[in-house]
């Protein structure tokens, strides 16, 4: 086992050095106007991509124009060849399986928003053509509801929201793939009785799906204290150490007297459901909201990976799940005692040693049917 776990570590450190050598040319920031990569379709390869169609330059070119070819050029059956027949997709309604149950879902957020417009904010990636990719695709969605949706009758109204998209693609194809859409601010938008919508979203969930068996939070094992995050590269500014050791002291171990250590004192912070935060005592309070909700809450970080470096910055992903037991009162209404697993996608700015800048993604509206109607 130990010897599995190296082999792997190993095989980690080669795909982000061989990133490394690429990053300068395959950079989203660099990609400029969705113009410049229409332009450039076609026009050669930046990184080796075997199994891929001829038109992608690189992975962040596939994952916006193929993006942009089945959703917004209506190119919904291009999901034959860019999603695996076995895929799988986590979110936090539960797990789907299959690229038909991909299309499904894109036929109907398509007939309900048909003017949907996605706007990519950035792709961090990793990986390479032989141990495939993974992608993280930050987007901003803006259409109108202009026909029947999972929320209810069209309203006609504007929507605009963020979610997060995170991949692993080889050959062309994705395989798996992790969605958190901020579906109760498109659900306030369309001035829909959230409520309301939880009842009709019960109504339609799947009688088959199997209910979460839940256990002790694993926070601390009996009368002990919290597991701490055991560097990797003691002494030395690790990309990964850092972002498992903020999750761990501020979340895990409820030291927010560590959170000027790891957050610039001008940091802004953008929340689910459009919060947006600014500064050490906003994270603070947002930090004690969720605790007082969830008491017994912790954060186990699932994939972290990044690109950038020491003198520019680093731009990371990480995906990590919330376990918690709703005992108390808060943001989320009167305890209800439900212990909840939720999906989480972080991205963060890093300059310096410090954040600089975070976005967070979860679906409360997921968490409200949890703990109000699963």
């Given at each position: 086992m130990a010897g599995t776990k190296n082999a792997d570590a190993a095989k980690g450190k080669e795909a982000q050095a061989e990133q490394n050598g690429s990053e300068s040319t395959i950079d989203f920031r660099a990609k400029g106007d969705v113009q410049n990569l229409m332009a450039a379709a076609g026009s050669g390869?930046?990184?080796?991509?075997?199994?891929?169609?001829?038109?992608?330059?690189?992975?962040?070119?596939?994952?916006?124009?193929?993006?942009?070819?089945?959703?917004?050029?209506?190119?919904?059956?291009?999901?034959?060849?860019?999603?695996?027949?076995?895929?799988?997709?986590?979110?936090?309604?539960?797990?789907?399986?299959?690229?038909?149950?991909?299309?499904?879902?894109?036929?109907?957020?398509?007939?309900?928003?048909?003017?949907?417009?996605?706007?990519?904010?950035?792709?961090?990636?990793a990986g390479n053509e032989k141990e495939g990719f993974r992608t993280s695709h930050r987007v901003t969605q803006i259409a109108h509801n202009y026909g029947?949706?999972?929320?209810?009758?069209?309203?006609?109204?504007?929507?605009?929201?963020?979610?997060?998209?995170?991949?692993?693609?080889?050959?062309?194809r994705v395989i798996e793939e992790w969605l958190v859409h901020d579906e109760l601010t498109i659900v306030?938008?369309?001035?829909?009785?959230?409520?309301?919508?939880?009842?009709?979203?019960?109504?339609?969930?799947?009688?088959?799906?199997?209910?979460?068996?839940?256990?002790?939070?694993?926070?601390?094992?009996?009368?002990?204290?919290?597991?701490?995050y055991r560097p990797k590269h003691p002494g030395q500014f690790d990309v990964e150490d850092f972002v498992h050791l903020l999750v761990d002291e501020v979340w895990n171990w409820r030291l927010l007297n560590r959170i000027p250590a790891y957050y610039a004192s001008n940091v802004p912070i953008h929340g689910p459901s459009n919060r947006e935060l600014y500064g050490h005592g906003d994270m603070r309070a947002f930090v004690l909201a969720v605790l007082a909700a969830f008491p017994d809450a912790m954060i186990q970080i699932d994939d972290v990976y990044w690109n950038g470096n020491d003198q520019d910055g680093y731009r990371v992903a990480s995906r990590w799940h919330f376990i918690g037991t709703h005992r108390g009162i808060g943001i989320y209404g009167r305890p209800t005692g439900r212990q909840i697993q939720m999906l989480g996608s972080t991205q963060y700015r890093i300059k310096d040693g410090k954040v600089v800048e975070e976005w967070t993604f979860f679906n409360e509206l997921a968490l409200l049917w949890k703990l109000r109607y699963a």
């Amino acid at each position: 086992m130990a010897g599995t776990k190296n082999a792997d570590a190993a095989k980690g450190k080669e795909a982000q050095a061989e990133q490394n050598g690429s990053e300068s040319t395959i950079d989203f920031r660099a990609k400029g106007d969705v113009q410049n990569l229409m332009a450039a379709a076609g026009s050669g390869r930046l990184q080796p991509m075997k199994g891929f169609a001829s038109d992608y330059t690189d992975i962040v070119d596939y994952i916006i124009r193929s993006t942009h070819k089945m959703w917004e050029e209506g190119g919904i059956g291009l999901l034959y060849e860019h999603y695996a027949h076995n895929t799988v997709t986590w979110s936090d309604w539960g797990p789907t399986y299959g690229r038909d149950r991909v299309m499904e879902y894109v036929i109907q957020r398509e007939s309900a928003f048909p003017d949907l417009r996605i706007y990519a904010d950035d792709v961090i990636w990793a990986g390479n053509e032989k141990e495939g990719f993974r992608t993280s695709h930050r987007v901003t969605q803006i259409a109108h509801n202009y026909g029947p949706s999972k929320y209810g009758p069209p309203t006609g109204r504007r929507t605009q929201f963020r979610s997060a998209a995170e991949c692993v693609v080889q050959g062309n194809r994705v395989i798996e793939e992790w969605l958190v859409h901020d579906e109760l601010t498109i659900v306030r938008q369309l001035g829909l009785d959230v409520d309301t919508v939880l009842r009709e979203i019960s109504q339609q969930m799947d009688v088959s799906a199997p209910t979460d068996i839940v256990g002790e939070v694993p926070r601390v094992q009996g009368q002990t204290t919290p597991p701490m995050y055991r560097p990797k590269h003691p002494g030395q500014f690790d990309v990964e150490d850092f972002v498992h050791l903020l999750v761990d002291e501020v979340w895990n171990w409820r030291l927010l007297n560590r959170i000027p250590a790891y957050y610039a004192s001008n940091v802004p912070i953008h929340g689910p459901s459009n919060r947006e935060l600014y500064g050490h005592g906003d994270m603070r309070a947002f930090v004690l909201a969720v605790l007082a909700a969830f008491p017994d809450a912790m954060i186990q970080i699932d994939d972290v990976y990044w690109n950038g470096n020491d003198q520019d910055g680093y731009r990371v992903a990480s995906r990590w799940h919330f376990i918690g037991t709703h005992r108390g009162i808060g943001i989320y209404g009167r305890p209800t005692g439900r212990q909840i697993q939720m999906l989480g996608s972080t991205q963060y700015r890093i300059k310096d040693g410090k954040v600089v800048e975070e976005w967070t993604f979860f679906n409360e509206l997921a968490l409200l049917w949890k703990l109000r109607y699963a």
